[in-house]
């Protein structure tokens, strides 16, 4: 038995050396009430125990819920609605265009309307299952009960699913199930439902509940206490710096897979407002779960802004396959049969190119690798219609395909149906976030986060369509619930006053910090760094990883840091609309966010779906996960001596029994 | 390629606005517009100078954000194609290209080509959603909507809002944007108690904040996300439903 096979490895000296300068191990936390209901109604029952507060008295509460994408929205919406005072805050000029929007597939709904056996339970399976049992069982309870409700909701507001054509809502199957459970509106479901979404926000502003502030972007979270009390935000446009107080403080801010540079996310997408929070306290989870999505567009100049991400479905028809010979730059239609590698073929035959999306990645990323990459910058693979063409003939495939090969042609400027697509895995979504409890609140009280800002429900893998159904589900049916329990006992008390001493401190903190960056005045702009960073994270922290790579990585997160505050020039004026300090201060936190991510993943001495260390490997190359050692969250705090501090929340499996993931 | 970037440039909504030209060099045919911007400000950057302002995000054609004035057409020369999907492949090596932002007089500058399109969601704001508050929905089963009336909702709500309409409007009229989403809220079972009520209401504000509509069709031209024509229609259609019906619904 070869040291990869063990499951468990004595960490070399240097990496643990590495390590203990970094990090120290702090104490288990509980994400959850110890309770002897069974998980299937621990929702009911907590529903059943939150406090309340009574009608009248919710006008005396403020809440700030800051980000309007799908949870952001349906949080501030749904406060709105229930009489609570909400101020809103999105760096957008206008709710609708959060992230969200982009998202194509579809939401996940565990109705089981059908006869094809879906049930509540098999939705928990199929979570708890897709997301590696590095997620909290109970939580995917709740998700899949909510779920139901959720697609009620979006369709009264607006959202136009498929329907059959007897009149009934259609759905679709998806990556890592075997039921028919996605809810779709053809390839639009997150911009539909965003949109559905941002209407009954403004109509909450229409009605006065809800105080809208578009362009204004969170620095700072405020802290009184031991308690979130309010933010510290930038007009964005005039450059005003100004605090806001409330009862309690909703993140609904996203993913931070932007600290890849290239990733699919849209540019402005950044993890500013959870990382300041992190800074005043809130543990972050996770930070080294990021799903890189197998068909993103290979990069294809040095001046490509982002990824494009291709619908996955299009591997039901296309084959992938590399050249056998490394640096092969023959017209990939002139290349023989005999000299192609169809390797998700080769080495997964029951599943083939349909693997799940972290096994896809990660082989494209060995066959790169080996010099056996394809395009300009032999960065790709092979993405082949050729046969499904001759078999089914063109215009089956244009009906099937035809608007996501439109897009590639837009793309790449050439045409699918005659060269074969070149994919390669993009930065996609973030399955870590901030740690935050059974009731979506974070180790600082009154601080909730919401969607994928968050860390629940997914863990180390995660299921497509089940990231707008979580966000949607937080948003509507969860902080709904948990923000008014936790308000219930603050009844009596003003929200805190804006001359406090805490919300001075941290507008003085914010203001020094937009000076520190405008005083470096070096030579290179925000971006160069954040291109540099993002090269760096994609070799060092990418799809595969291991600890002299991770070791390497932190290193060179922290040199590259040094540089960046010694050498930034943040141009323009800080008094009004500058992209470029909203940029810098970006960067300054992805920075440190980078070195977060390679310390957990150097930490996490175990594999775990998207967590893929080559130390830790099956024989046959599947990812090796680590049960006895490993059975738990990381949450991060930063510790007073610089060096953070990981805290344990120890995960519970009973409803789905640990098992390995097994696709061939 | 090289290229000539004619760039308007002004500080604010307060100031004066005037062209200045930049030359381009070392960007390909495979840049998008935007990505050519990116290049010109790394540029600019490192010469000590001032970069260029203007809106984007998901860089995907579907959050709406961006939106350039390009050769005096709205986000550039391809047709139903937003500024982030526009490629340099689309201008001949060593041209001239004019960038400008989205011009409309509701529209105001906010810095260089960035406006502020918040007139598009005060039409929203008047009645542009559904009264339903969360976990009071019916079952979405229980109403029937077949699937010709839910793919003409979708084709109808497909817009992205990013407000091209409006900037090829010789009137400056919202009436695309308007139509586009009375039609979609009308089609769905669950929107329809408050048809008339909503019609009324958001076309007054967007006469308030736009113009008439002289039927230019110059909208559709330009609109990424395909809305028809019949849409500027349906705008002329629920408002007659209202006044000759007289009621809410």
Same mark, same amino acid.
């Given at each position: 038995?070869?040291?990869?096979?063990?499951?468990?490895?004595?960490?070399?000296?240097?990496?643990?050396?590495?390590?203990?300068?970094?990090?120290?191990?702090?104490?288990d936390i509980a994400g959850m009430i110890p309770s002897d209901v069974p998980a299937a109604e621990?929702?009911?029952?907590?529903?059943? /125990?939150?406090?309340?507060?009574?009608?009248?008295?919710?006008?005396?509460?403020?809440?700030?819920?800051?980000?309007?994408? *799908?949870?952001? $929205?349906?949080?501030?919406? $749904?406060?709105?609605?229930?009489?609570?005072?909400?101020?809103?805050?999105?760096? %957008?000029?206008?709710?609708?265009?959060?992230?969200?929007?982009?998202? #194509?597939?579809?939401?996940? $709904?565990?109705?089981?309307?059908?006869?094809?056996?879906?049930?509540?339970?098999?939705?928990?399976?199929?979570?708890?299952?897709?997301?590696?049992?590095?997620?909290?069982?109970?939580?995917?309870?709740? *998700?899949?009960?909510?779920?139901?409700?959720?697609?009620? %909701?979006?369709?009264?507001?607006?959202?136009?699913?498929?329907?059959?054509?007897?009149?009934?809502?259609?759905?679709?199957?998806?990556?890592?199930? #075997?039921?028919?459970?996605?809810?779709?509106?053809?390839?639009?479901?997150?911009?539909? &439902?965003?949109?559905?979404?941002?209407?009954?926000?403004?109509?909450?502003?229409?009605? @006065?509940?809800?105080?809208?502030?578009?362009?204004?972007?969170?620095?700072?979270?405020?802290?009184?206490?031991?308690?979130?009390?309010?933010?510290?935000?930038?007009?964005?446009?005039?450059?005003?710096?100004?605090?806001?107080?409330?009862?309690?403080?909703?993140?609904?801010?996203?993913?931070?897979?932007?600290?890849?540079?290239?990733?699919?996310?849209?540019?402005?997408?950044?993890?500013?407002?959870?990382?300041?929070?992190?800074?005043?306290?809130?543990?972050?989870?996770?930070?080294?779960?990021?799903?890189?999505?197998?068909?993103?567009?290979?990069?294809?100049?040095?001046?490509?802004?982002?990824?494009?991400?291709?619908?996955?479905?299009?591997?039901?028809?296309?084959?992938?396959?590399?050249?056998?010979?490394?640096?092969?730059?023959?017209?990939?239609?002139?290349?023989?049969?005999?000299?192609?590698?169809?390797?998700?073929?080769?080495?997964?035959?029951?599943?083939?190119?349909?693997?799940?999306?972290?096994?896809?990645?990660?082989?494209?990323?060995?066959?790169?690798?080996?010099?056996?990459?394809?395009?300009?910058?032999?960065?790709?693979?092979?993405?082949?219609?050729?046969?499904?063409?001759?078999?089914?003939?063109?215009?089956?495939?244009?009906?099937?395909?035809?608007?996501?090969?439109?897009?590639?042609?837009?793309?790449?400027?050439?045409?699918? +149906?005659?060269?074969?697509?070149?994919? $390669?895995?993009?930065?996609?979504?973030?399955?870590?976030?901030?740690?935050?409890?059974?009731?979506?609140?974070?180790?600082?009280?009154?601080?909730?986060?919401?969607?994928?800002?968050?860390?629940?429900? /997914?863990?180390?893998?995660?299921?497509?369509?089940?990231?707008?159904?979580?966000?949607?589900?937080?948003?509507?049916?969860? *902080?709904?619930?948990?923000?008014? /329990?936790?308000?219930?006992?603050? *009844?009596?008390?003003?929200?805190?006053?804006?001359?406090?001493?805490?919300?001075? @401190?941290?507008?003085?903190?914010?203001?020094?910090?937009?000076?520190?960056?405008?005083?470096?005045? @070096?030579? #290179?702009?925000?971006?160069?760094? /954040?291109?540099?960073?993002?090269?760096?994270?994609?070799?060092?922290?990418?799809?595969?990883?291991?600890?002299?790579?991770?070791?390497?990585?932190?290193?060179?997160?922290?040199?590259?840091?040094?540089?960046?505050?010694s050498d930034l020039r943040v141009q323009g004026q800080t008094d009004g609309f500058n992209q470029?300090?909203?940029?810098? @201060?970006?960067?300054?936190?992805?920075?440190?966010?980078?070195?977060?991510?390679?310390?957990?993943?150097?930490?996490?001495?175990?594999?775990?779906?998207? %967590?893929?260390?080559?130390?830790?490997? %099956?024989?046959?190359?599947?990812?090796?996960?680590d049960d006895e050692n490993w059975r738990f969250a990381s949450a991060w705090e930063r510790g007073?001596?610089?060096? +953070?501090?990981?805290?344990?929340?120890? &995960?519970?499996?009973?409803?789905?029994?640990?098992?390995?993931?097994?696709?061939? | 390629?090289?290229?000539?970037?004619?760039?308007?440039?002004?500080?604010?909504?307060?100031?004066?606005?005037?062209?200045?030209?930049?030359?381009?060099?070392?960007?390909? !045919?495979?840049?998008?517009?935007?990505?050519?911007?990116?290049?010109?400000?790394?540029?600019?950057?490192?010469?000590?100078?001032?970069?260029?302002?203007?809106?984007?995000?998901?860089?995907?054609?579907?959050?709406?954000?961006?939106?350039?004035?390009?050769?005096?057409?709205?986000?550039?020369?391809?047709?139903?194609?937003?500024?982030?999907?526009?490629?340099?492949?689309?201008?001949?090596?060593?041209?001239?290209?004019?960038?400008?932002?989205?011009?409309?007089?509701?529209?105001?500058?906010?810095?260089?080509?960035?406006?502020?399109?918040?007139?598009?969601?005060?039409?929203?704001?008047?009645?542009?959603?559904?009264?339903?508050?969360?976990?009071?929905?019916?079952?979405?089963?229980?109403?029937?909507?077949?699937?010709?009336?839910?793919?003409?909702?979708?084709?109808?709500?497909?817009?992205?809002?990013?407000?091209?309409?409006?900037?090829?409007?010789?009137?400056?009229?919202?009436?695309?944007?308007?139509?586009?989403?009375?039609?979609?809220?009308?089609?769905?079972?669950?929107?329809?108690?408050?048809?008339?009520?909503?019609?009324?209401?958001?076309?007054?504000?967007?006469?308030?904040?736009?113009?008439?509509?002289?039927?230019?069709?110059?909208?559709?031209?330009?609109? !990424?996300?395909?809305?028809?024509?019949?849409?500027?229609?349906?705008?002329?259609?629920?408002?007659?439903?209202?006044?000759?019906?007289?009621?809410?619904?």
């Amino acid at each position: 038995m070869t040291l990869a096979d063990t499951g468990t490895r004595v960490r070399p000296a240097a990496e643990a050396q590495l390590l203990d300068g970094l990090r120290t191990i702090g104490s288990d936390i509980a994400g959850m009430i110890p309770s002897d209901v069974p998980a299937a109604e621990f929702w009911t029952d907590r529903k059943l /125990h939150y406090k309340l507060v009574s009608p009248l008295n919710r006008r005396k509460f403020t809440v700030i819920v800051v980000g309007t994408g *799908l949870a952001g $929205a349906g949080c501030a919406a $749904a406060l709105g609605e229930l009489g609570y005072n909400v101020e809103a805050f999105t760096f %957008h000029d206008a709710p609708r265009r959060a992230h969200s929007v982009a998202a #194509q597939g579809g939401i996940n $709904a565990a109705r089981g309307r059908k006869v094809d056996g879906d049930s509540l339970a098999r939705f928990v399976k199929d979570t708890i299952k897709g997301g590696d049992f590095r997620a909290r069982e109970v939580d995917a309870w709740r *998700l899949a009960e909510e779920s139901i409700r959720v697609i009620d %909701h979006m369709d009264a507001i607006g959202a136009p699913f498929a329907r059959e054509y007897g009149g009934q809502l259609a759905t679709r199957s998806f990556g890592g199930v #075997q039921v028919s459970r996605t809810y779709y509106t053809r390839g639009q479901t997150g911009q539909q &439902l965003q949109v559905a979404a941002s209407q009954a926000l403004l109509r909450q502003v229409a009605r @006065g509940s809800v105080n809208l502030h578009t362009r204004t972007e969170m620095l700072d979270l405020i802290v009184e206490d031991g308690r979130a009390a309010g933010i510290v935000a930038r007009n964005l446009i005039t450059g005003e710096i100004t605090a806001h107080t409330a009862h309690a403080v909703v993140l609904a801010t996203g993913g931070y897979g932007n600290v890849f540079f290239k990733s699919t996310l849209a540019k402005n997408s950044n993890v500013t407002a959870a990382f300041r929070a992190h800074r005043r306290g809130a543990y972050f989870a996770n930070p080294a779960f990021i799903q890189f999505h197998p068909t993103s567009l290979p990069v294809s100049s040095e001046w490509q802004s982002k990824t494009i991400l291709m619908s996955e479905s299009l591997r039901n028809d296309g084959r992938i396959w590399v050249p056998k010979t490394p640096g092969d730059t023959r017209d990939p239609n002139t290349i023989p049969e005999e000299e192609r590698d169809y390797y998700l073929e080769r080495r997964y035959p029951a599943f083939g190119n349909l693997t799940p999306r972290d096994v896809a990645s990660r082989a494209a990323r060995d066959e790169i690798v080996a010099g056996r990459g394809v395009g300009p910058l032999k960065n790709a693979v092979y993405l082949d219609f050729r046969d499904a063409i001759g078999r089914l003939g063109r215009k089956v495939i244009e009906e099937r395909y035809g608007n996501l090969f439109e897009m590639y042609t837009d793309a790449t400027g050439e045409d699918p +149906y005659v060269v074969p697509m070149r994919i $390669a895995p993009g930065a996609h979504f973030a399955m870590g976030g901030l740690w935050n409890d059974y009731d979506q609140m974070t180790s600082i009280p009154g601080l909730f986060v919401g969607g994928e800002a968050g860390w629940g429900y /997914h863990g180390a893998n995660r299921l497509g369509a089940n990231s707008l159904l979580s966000a949607c589900v937080d948003g509507w049916f969860t *902080l709904p619930y948990a923000v008014p /329990h936790y308000l219930a006992d603050l *009844l009596g008390s003003p929200k805190p006053a804006l001359d406090a001493p805490e919300v001075a @401190g941290a507008l003085d903190d914010a203001r020094g910090g937009v000076e520190r960056l405008t005083a470096i005045g @070096g030579t #290179q702009g925000p971006d160069r760094f /954040h291109r540099r960073l993002g090269d760096l994270l994609y070799q060092h922290c990418g799809v595969s990883r291991d600890g002299e790579l991770l070791a390497e990585g932190i290193r060179s997160v922290q040199a590259l840091r040094e540089e960046f505050w010694s050498d930034l020039r943040v141009q323009g004026q800080t008094d009004g609309f500058n992209q470029e300090l909203e940029r810098a @201060g970006r960067v300054a936190d992805y920075l440190d966010m980078a070195e977060l991510m390679c310390l957990d993943a150097l930490d996490r001495d175990e594999s775990c779906g998207a %967590h893929f260390r080559t130390e830790h490997q %099956h024989p046959d190359g599947e990812a090796k996960r680590d049960d006895e050692n490993w059975r738990f969250a990381s949450a991060w705090e930063r510790g007073a001596d610089g060096r +953070y501090i990981r805290h344990q929340e120890p &995960l519970e499996f009973v409803s789905v029994p640990l098992e390995t993931r097994n696709y061939k | 390629m090289k290229l000539t970037l004619q760039i308007w440039r002004q500080d604010s909504a307060a100031s004066e606005g005037h062209y200045e030209d930049y030359l381009l060099v070392g960007a390909g !045919p495979e840049f998008t517009l935007l990505e050519a911007l990116d290049k010109l400000n790394d540029q600019l950057v490192s010469e000590g100078k001032e970069p260029v302002a203007f809106d984007s995000d998901c860089r995907e054609g579907i959050c709406g954000s961006c939106g350039i004035t390009v050769d005096g057409r709205p986000h550039g020369p391809v047709e139903k194609t937003p500024s982030c999907r526009q490629h340099l492949r689309s201008f001949a090596d060593g041209s001239t290209v004019r960038l400008e932002p989205f011009r409309n007089g509701s529209y105001r500058v906010v810095r260089d080509l960035a406006v502020d399109r918040s007139g598009l969601d005060r039409i929203i704001k008047a009645g542009g959603y559904a009264s339903i508050d969360a976990g009071t929905a019916p079952d979405a089963d229980a109403h029937h909507l077949t699937h010709e009336k839910a793919e003409y909702a979708l084709d109808m709500a497909a817009c992205i809002g990013c407000g091209a309409c409006v900037a090829a409007c010789p009137n400056g009229s919202a009436n695309l944007y308007v139509g586009a989403k009375l039609l979609h809220l009308a089609t769905m079972p669950s929107t329809k108690a408050e048809r008339s009520t909503r019609a009324k209401e958001m076309v007054r504000v967007a006469e308030e904040e736009f113009g008439p509509c002289s039927l230019y069709g110059e909208c559709v031209d330009v609109c !990424p996300a395909g809305i028809p024509i019949t849409a500027i229609a349906g705008v002329n259609r629920e408002k007659l439903r209202q006044v000759l019906r007289g009621m809410a619904d």
